[in-house]
């Protein structure tokens, strides 16, 4: 069965700290992995993906199949990066997202 | 359409009534998708249609819950006998199913049903 774990509800931290939104799946075939982010009063939107190993908005994310992991990174967080993160796994033409982390970055 | 839209935006209701969303995809797009996302509980899968046919209902969460798809676009979901826990934003997201394996979801706006 594919699932995705987001382990964190809520997030918090400082202007400029480094953020890391965990995100672990189980899946039995080779894995397509995204995030999705939702900012206030806004919809749902792709954030990146796995396959095009790619940076948005300073955000990166590298698949570690060892681990099951696919973990949202940012060096230097913004405010502006404050929204809902969900880890999404695609498998047999289905989507499965994880329950969402609220990240908070603070002045 | 610029993207897949919904309705209606906002729907109060009184328990043990029935509520019909719609969600209006993309066009040409073939897979649509429906989530319920319940304040505190994260986005919740529901229901898949790839086409008219949906191969995935293992996360409709009672009989009350019903959907379908017809030409291909349109879908309604309809959730029969409310209850308050029905409460929650019900998001429908639409994607182009084909060779290339690269399937992003676009998201509606959601319908914000209360069931009072």
Known sequence: AQRVTQPEKLLSVFKGAPVELKCNYSYSGSPELFWYVQYSRQRLQLLLRHISRESIKGFTADLNKGETSFHLKKPFAQEEDSAMYYCALRGNNDMRFGAGTRLTVKP | ?116
């Open chain 2, 1 to 116: 359409g610029a993207g897949v839209s919904q309705s209606p935006s906002n729907k109060v209701t009184e328990k043990g009534k029935d509520v019909e969303l719609r969600c209006d995809p993309i066009s040409g797009h073939t897979a649509l998708y429906w989530y319920r996302q319940s304040l505190g509980q994260g986005l919740e899968f529901l229901i898949y249609f790839q086409g008219n046919s949906a191969p995935d209902k293992s996360g409709l969460p009672s009989d009350r819950f019903s959907a379908e798809r017809t030409g291909g676009s349109v879908s309604t979901l309809t959730i029969q006998r409310t209850q308050q826990e029905d409460s929650a934003v019900y998001l429908c997201a639409s994607s182009l199913l084909g060779q290339n394996s690269y399937n992003e979801q676009f998201f509606g706006p959601g319908t914000r049903l209360t069931v009072l």
